[in-house]
Nanobody, 128 residues
Framework: QVQLVESGGGLVQAGGSLRLSCAAS????????MVWFRQRLGKEREFVAG????????YYADSVKGRFTISRDNAENTVYLQMNSLKSEDTAVYFC?????????????????????WGQGTQVTVSS
């Protein structure tokens, strides 16, 4: 079992930055692929970014590539999403999710149902 708690959301102007955090707990928290999804109003939840066990492998949706950076600190069991150059279309509830995976895995699943563990979400609002 893995428990996830997100924080760091808020209101920011377009062009600004925010850093989201996801604190993980549970016996297998560090042995998981960790990802961020987001859900915009009236839209389906969509994949944003993911990181492997070690953090050496990362993957991004095209819409955030070059602006967002995912990282993890396994000593603290925390995953971060640094969001720069924010746009109004980045406004959404951001969710952290986890999936237990082999240490060598750099496979990222883009579908919600592939991830059994989820946080409660944190709201990010970008004003234009």
């Amino acid at each position: 079992q893995v428990q996830l708690v997100e924080s760091g959301g808020g209101l920011v102007q377009a062009g600004g930055s925010l850093r989201l955090s996801c604190a993980a707990s549970g016996r297998t928290a560090s042995r998981s692929t960790m990802v961020w999804f987001r859900q915009r109003l009236g839209k389906e939840r969509e994949f944003v970014a993911g990181t492997s066990w070690s953090g050496a492998s990362t993957y991004y949706a095209d819409s955030v590539k070059g602006r967002f950076t995912i990282s993890r600190d396994n000593a603290e069991n925390t995953v971060y999403l640094q969001m720069n150059s924010l746009k109004s279309e980045d406004t959404a509830v951001y969710f952290c999710a986890a999936r237990q995976s082999p240490s060598y895995s750099s496979t990222y699943y883009l579908q919600v149902y592939e991830y059994p563990y989820w946080g409660q979400g944190t709201q990010v609002t970008v004003s234009s």
